[in-house]
């Protein structure tokens, strides 16, 4: 993805980690994805030829258990429920299956763009 970011920054400094992780876990939990047994990837919007081709470039059993956690949020959605406590998403069970592929395909789209502007100088 392109854009400035300062998480190794951040990472890297006691002060700032202590600072806004707090915040972070709370801005997390007040979004409620996790209440409906979606992921953080999960909710990522599908709109973007990027994240398209990240989704389609999933494993199979990958991409099976997104839809099944799509269709059982869109269930708890419509019953206006969320998932109890034992079935809920844990915080150490939300990882980041999609970001690796989405960063790998946004390099190879960025590759292709720097490839189709090369400019060629003849004498």
């Not at 909710?43 to 099976?64: F, H, K, S």
Request: aromatic letters at 10%; glycine letters at 4%.
């Amino acid at each position: 993805m392109s854009g400035i970011t300062l998480v190794n920054q951040v990472k890297a400094s006691k002060f700032l980690s202590g600072v806004l992780q707090p915040v972070a876990n709370a801005f997390v939990n007040a979004s409620g994805y996790r209440k409906l047994g979606l992921r953080y990837d999960d909710v990522l919007r599908e709109e973007t030829d990027i994240i398209r081709e990240a989704v389609n470039r999933l494993p199979e059993n990958q991409g099976y258990e997104r839809v099944f956690r799509m269709k059982t949020a869109f269930q708890y959605s419509l019953s206006h429920t969320v998932a109890t406590k034992e079935t809920a998403l844990k915080p150490e069970d939300d990882i980041r299956y999609l970001t690796p592929i989405i960063d790998e395909v946004a390099a190879e789209f960025a590759e292709k763009e720097d490839f189709n502007n090369i400019k060629s100088y003849t004498k």
